[in-house]
């Protein structure tokens, strides 16, 4: 079992960063991938980044390559996001599973945090 909570969000205006965390809980966590998702008023759950349990692998969403950083050191996974723009409003949540495949996809996570609300302002 794993358990994710997720800091770091809140209220910034355009051009601005966030630094997003995500503890866990559990012996084995090092063993997971984490990835974090986002989900807009409105919106589907869209990937954001995933880092596996070596970080010999990171990814991102296209969009916001160049924009968004994903690191993990023992129980932490944290999410740096600089240039912070209008439509990254969205909660924020970390997710966490063993098998890296379809990480693109949300349905292929297992474990989720409760998430946390991140507000950019124009």
């Known amino acids: 079992q794993v358990q994710l909570v997720e800091s770091g969000g809140g209220l910034v205006q355009a051009g601005g960063s966030l630094r997003l965390s995500c503890a866990a809980s559990?012996?084995?966590?090092?063993?997971?991938?984490v990835g974090w998702f986002r989900r807009a008023p409105g919106k589907e759950r869209e990937f954001v980044s995933a880092?596996?349990?070596?970080?010999?692998n990171i990814y991102y969403a296209d969009s916001l390559k160049g924009r968004f950083t994903i690191s993990r050191d023992k129980n932490i996974v944290w999410l740096q996001m600089n240039s912070l723009k209008p439509e990254d409003t969205a909660v924020y949540y970390c997710?966490?599973?063993?098998?890296?495949?379809?990480?693109?996809?949300?349905?292929?996570?297992?474990?989720w945090g409760q998430g946390t609300q991140v507000t950019v302002s124009a």
């Open positions: 559990g012996r084995t966590f090092s063993l997971y991938t």
């Open positions: 997710a966490a599973v063993l098998r890296d495949s379809d990480l693109l996809k949300w349905k292929s996570w297992v474990y």
């Open positions: 880092i596996t349990a070596t970080a010999d």
